[in-house]
């Protein structure tokens, strides 16, 4: 079976195609890399891949690579993924989220794909209070451009399951957390700002609560979907281990031994959703996929991999000034 991975350069992308190496899959990457593409990410792998540097809306491009690759499956990962990036630059998100996932749907439709695996986010049902879970039948109420963008994207793979039997398989994961996660999401800026004794700019009072999934897991969940998930049908991946933003901060805080003080409190952020939480027992009943990472664990391991690649990290540094001098002004 052959993969076509788009955004295989990065962050979950680029895990997802590691183990799909490690299941003996054919795999073909297509990644525009933008700032968030790397391809030191696919380093132990790249000669076993097929690698293409293209725009997943460019139709032409994308046709070329089904006519020459003629791809079993596609995983469906490439996207603008940063919150706050989207309050700033929405149009981005909108072009990248929505035609890119138009784009793909109009060739596999074309070319007789048999699964379409479309990566959503647990971002497209809007947000809880501290009680209730969401499932996969809940309403989507997406908060910021980045999120609706998703929602558009989500509903699009739906609609062209049901309106052209395109093989969709819709997938919405919670936050994702560890090895080569760009530093402008939340973990690895408190890993880098920790590590320089700057600042760590927190939103509101560090109330707002997340369930957190370790990337390896999401990646063996994705594994089990491609092999076990029906088309059709929507499974939300998370992971049961919930936290408040002040307690993650805090978490990483005590592993590099760095003090509290170091936490700054700023505006929250427009529209910021308080609380996720997914139920998730129809992948765990139907693909056979359970989460194996707690919190406590990943935390610990993804420390770990970024203080033994600091290079890597601080190499990061200079490309976010900018953006940041803009987020936080």
């Known amino acids: 079976m052959k993969l076509l991975i788009t955004g295989g ?113 647990d971002e497209v049902y809007g947000e809880l209070k501290e009680e209730g879970q969401f499932t996969e039948q809940s309403p989507l109420s997406p908060s910021s451009p980045y999120s609706v963008s998703k929602a558009s994207a989500d509903m699009l793979g739906r609609a062209y399951y049901r309106t052209y039997g395109v093989p969709v398989i819709t997938v919405r994961p919670s936050n994702n957390y560890g090895a080569w996660q760009y530093p402008e999401k939340l973990i690895p800026v408190i890993i880098l700002k920790s590590l320089k004794n700057e600042s760590i700019p927190v939103y509101g009072e560090g109330l707002n609560v997340r369930e957190w999934l370790y990337v390896g897991d999401c990646a063996e969940a994705l594994i089990s979907i491609i092999q076990k998930g029906k088309t059709g049908e929507t499974y939300n991946v998370a992971s049961a281990q919930e936290r408040k933003n002040i307690e993650v901060v805090k978490a990483v805080l005590d592993i590099l031994d760095k003090p509290h003080i170091l936490i700054k409190f700023v505006e929250d952020r427009p529209g910021h959703d308080f609380r996720y939480s997914m139920n998730f027992s129809k992948v765990m009943k139907e693909c056979g996929w359970k989460p194996e990472t707690t919190f406590e664990q990943g935390i610990e391991k993804t420390v770990k991999w970024y203080l033994e690649h600091k290079e890597w990290l601080y190499k990061k540094v200079a490309e976010l000034e900018d953006y940041w001098a803009k987020l936080y002004k």
């Open 9 to 121: 350069a990065g962050f979950i992308g680029s895990e997802l195609v590691r183990q799909a190496v490690k299941h003996a899959y054919k795999v073909v990457v297509v990644d525009r890399l933008t700032y968030a593409g790397d391809m030191e990410r696919l380093h132990e792998v790249i000669e076993l891949i097929k690698f293409y540097r293209e725009d997943i809306t460019d139709t032409k491009a994308v046709g070329h690579i089904f006519e020459s690759e003629n791809p079993d499956i596609i995983v469906h990962l490439a996207a603008e993924t940063h919150v706050d990036r989207s309050i700033l630059e929405p149009s981005v998100f909108l072009n990248s989220n929505i035609i890119g996932t138009y784009t793909l749907l109009e060739a596999a439709k074309k070319y007789g794909i048999k699964k379409f695996i479309n990566i959503s986010t």
